[in-house]
C-alpha cells in the first residue's frame, strides 16, 4: 500500500463548479500535508499546506484534513480553465524536515 | 517570494556526454534542495536531498556516480548527469526547502523544470 494515495482523475468539471479532490494516506504519524499544482512540463506550485486537523481557506482554496479516516482534501471553488492541471498532494510524514511523500496526482480539467 | 530558478530548461545531448542543470533559489536561501525525477503522466520520484556543504543523501536505486550533485552556497545546487545515455532522458525538477518560515520550514518550493533529451 502507497503511503499517499491519490484517483488519477482525470476529473472534469464545467467553469464556475467546484472541484474536489481528495488524498488518503496509510501512517496516522503524518501530521503536515501540502498541495500542489502542476501545468504540463513546468514545476508543481506549492497551493496550500495544512498542520493538523481542520480546514484552511486562502481564496478560492479550501485544503481540509480529517485525520481520525486519514483523508485530505482540497475544493478549488468558482473554477476556471485555467485551474486544469495535476493537482498533488504531499506530506514530510511526521517530521517537518522530512522529505516528501507524493501522491500520484489528480488531472483535473475544467471546460469552459 | 519563494522563487525557485533552473536552467537550462531544455537540454538535447548526444549520448556519452555530461549535462549539468543548475537549480537556484533567487531570493531565499536554502540550506537543503531536493532533486527529482519525473517520466510523463507520472508523479515525481525523488533522485536525492542535497545539503549545502555536504555530501548529497541518494535514494534507493539512484546511482550516485551516474548522478552528481554539488550544493556549493546556500542558493544553488547542480546536478550533473555523467556519461548520459538515452534512458537518462527525463523531465529533472529541483525543489529547495524554505528555512525558518512560518510553517518551520517545510514548505518546498520546485523550480520550473528542466527537460534532458538524450539522442
Known amino acids: 500500500q502507497k503511503e499517499v494515495e491519490q484517483d488519477p482523475g482525470p476529473l472534469s468539471v464545467p467553469e464556475g463548479a467546484i472541484v474536489s479532490l481528495n488524498c488518503t494516506y496509510s501512517?496516522?504519524?503524518?501530521?503536515?500535508f501540502m498541495w500542489y499544482r502542476q501545468y504540463s512540463r513546468k514545476g508543481p506550485e506549492l497551493l496550500m499546506y495544512t498542520y493538523s486537523s481542520g480546514n484552511k481557506e486562502d481564496g478560492r482554496f479550501t485544503a481540509q484534513v480529517d485525520k481520525s479516516s486519514k483523508y485530505i482534501s482540497l475544493f478549488i471553488r468558482d473554477s476556471q480553465p485555467s485551474d486544469s492541471a495535476t493537482y498533488l498532494c504531499?506530506?514530510?510524514?511526521?517530521?517537518?524536515?522530512?522529505?516528501?511523500?507524493f501522491g500520484g496526482g489528480t488531472r483535473v480539467l475544467v471546460k469552459p | 517570494g519563494a522563487v525557485v530558478s533552473q536552467h537550462p530548461s531544455w537540454v538535447i545531448c548526444k549520448s556519452g556526454t555530461s549535462v549539468k542543470i543548475e537549480c537556484r533559489s533567487l531570493?531565499?536561501?536554502?540550506?537543503?534542495m531536493f532533486w527529482y525525477r519525473q517520466f510523463p503522466k507520472k508523479s515525481l520520484m525523488l533522485m536525492a536531498t542535497?545539503?549545502?556543504?555536504?555530501?548529497?543523501?541518494?535514494e534507493q536505486g539512484v546511482e550516485k556516480d551516474k548522478f552528481l550533485i554539488n550544493h556549493a552556497s546556500l542558493t544553488l545546487s547542480t546536478l550533473t548527469v555523467t556519461s548520459a545515455h538515452p534512458e537518462d532522458s527525463s523531465f529533472y525538477i529541483c525543489?529547495?526547502?524554505?528555512?525558518?518560515?512560518?510553517?518551520?520550514?517545510?514548505?518546498?518550493?520546485f523550480g520550473p523544470g528542466t527537460r534532458l533529451t538524450v539522442t
Open positions: 501512517n496516522s504519524a503524518f501530521q503536515y
Open positions: 542535497s545539503n549545502e556543504g555536504s555530501k548529497a543523501t541518494y
Open positions: 525543489s529547495a526547502r524554505l528555512s525558518g518560515g512560518p510553517t518551520v520550514g517545510y514548505e518546498q518550493y
Open positions: 504531499a506530506s514530510p510524514g511526521s517530521a517537518a524536515g522530512n522529505k516528501l511523500t
Open positions: 531570493d531565499f536561501q536554502a540550506t537543503t
